[in-house]
């Protein structure tokens, strides 16, 4: 499966963006798909994670009752929705898949990535 990841851009404090990880070579219901991001200066963190089944999501603590994962399987493309979003959630966003993952929160247990699409937070 090859990952397409875009969606990002300049946003003021407080408002809302839409990232979309796209799928090509493969059906991404297959997959776990996660969520992650990497700040400058910072490591790679896990934001949040859809299972392949659908039914299961993970977030991080920054991303819970902000972030939303969600999956349209007729577009083979896994969304995140990010609200009131602030300046400590500038980074790169990466998506990256598992193939029948249950959606986790480990990077090195995902097998294919994403180029990562930028978020930058205006204060």
């Known amino acids: 499966v090859q990952l397409q990841a875009f969606g990002g851009g300049l946003v003021q404090a407080g408002g809302s963006l839409r990232l979309s990880c796209e799928a090509s070579g493969s059906t991404v219901s297959s997959y776990a798909i996660g969520w992650f991001r990497q700040a400058p200066g910072k490591e790679r963190e896990f934001v949040a994670a859809l299972s392949w089944t659908g039914d299961n999501t993970q977030y991080s603590d920054s991303a819970k009752g902000r972030f939303t994962i969600s999956r349209d399987n007729a577009k083979n493309a896994v969304y995140l929705r990010m609200n009131i979003l602030t300046p400590e959630d500038t980074a790169v966003y990466y998506c990256?898949?598992?193939?029948?993952?249950?959606?986790?929160?480990?990077?090195?247990?995902?097998?294919?990535w994403g180029q990562g699409t930028l978020v930058t937070v205006s204060s």
């Open positions: 990256a898949a598992d193939w029948h993952g249950l959606g986790h929160s480990i990077d090195r247990g995902y097998d294919y």
